[in-house]
């Protein structure tokens, strides 16, 4: 799904997209939906045929392969393009060797994140978040994934999924949770200044984000629809949060179906 933040206190807007056409999820909100997976999952890079999924959209040669499936992704700490093993040291030049975001955002509570600067604030709006906020920006995603290290010693780097879509999050302080997880970790992000140069690493003081979502009711109780195990999902949309459509008979993540073959009515 395709998420643009609110505009003068709005909604965000969800655009749900298949191929070259599109469809208007705020318009069907309190209206029937259905998805049918027709049993095709096509390689959201290669097109080939897969009979599985991988990391949200691959077949398995392009997950084995390719750089944006290696395991230094979801751990950019443990970037090796240094020792010469990166899988697509091009890739990795253009998409890790850029400034980075740390933040913080609460979607079921306090969290900390990293993500490209480009992607502000679409990060945040695929997480559920109602609060974000640039606490650091650093010059690689290496160094993002050391910093994000050193904050989970403090505070989560999870979403809560269930809480998230059960809209029971409460709103933070954020500048104040920023200014004493900064005061708790001087010594630790002294190191990584000293290891990167103070330049690489530069404190932001930034206004809080606020995000509000297109729910007519929350779920009381949160039930997952798995294209896998029900190839037919349908209901009343009554809301839509992060990658999840909320319908009257459960909810399910859109995110992880990538690559299906889906039809919509």
């Not at 040669?61 to 697509?88: S, V, W």
């Not at 003081?205 to 896998?228: A, G, I, M, R």
């Amino acid at each position: 799904m395709a998420i643009e933040p609110g505009v003068g206190g709005d909604s965000a807007r969800y655009t749900l997209r298949a191929g070259e056409h599109s469809l208007d999820l705020n318009a069907r909100l309190g209206k029937p939906l259905s998805l049918s997976w027709t049993g095709a999952i096509a390689c959201t890079h290669c097109e080939r045929a897969t009979r599985k999924s991988f990391a949200q959209g691959y077949c398995y040669p392009c997950f084995k392969r390719l750089a944006q499936c290696d395991t230094c992704i979801m751990k950019p700490e443990l970037c090796h393009y240094y020792e010469g093993t990166c899988r697509e040291p091009q890739w990795g030049e253009s998409h890790c060797f850029q400034p980075h975001v740390v933040y913080l955002a609460n979607s079921s509570g306090l969290k900390v994140g990293i993500t490209r600067g480009t992607q502000v604030p679409t990060r945040w709006l695929d997480q559920g978040a109602i609060q974000a906020l640039p606490i650091m920006q650093v010059a690689t995603r290496q160094q993002s994934g050391l910093v994000e290290v050193l904050f989970k010693d403090a505070v989560s780097d999870r979403t809560n999924w269930r809480v998230m879509l059960r809209g029971e999050t409460a709103p933070l302080d954020l500048p104040a949770e920023r200014d004493r997880l900064l005061i708790a970790l001087a010594d630790g992000l002294d190191a990584l200044r000293e290891r990167f140069g103070n330049e690489a690493l530069r404190v932001l003081d930034e206004t809080p984000y606020q995000f509000d979502y297109p729910v007519l009711e929350y779920p009381t109780k949160v039930v997952s629809h798995n294209f896998d195990k029900t190839p037919d999902v349908s209901g009343v949309l009554m809301g839509i949060k992060g990658q999840y459509l909320m319908l009257d008979s459960g909810v399910i993540n859109l995110r992880k179906f990538t690559g299906y073959e889906v039809v919509v009515s």
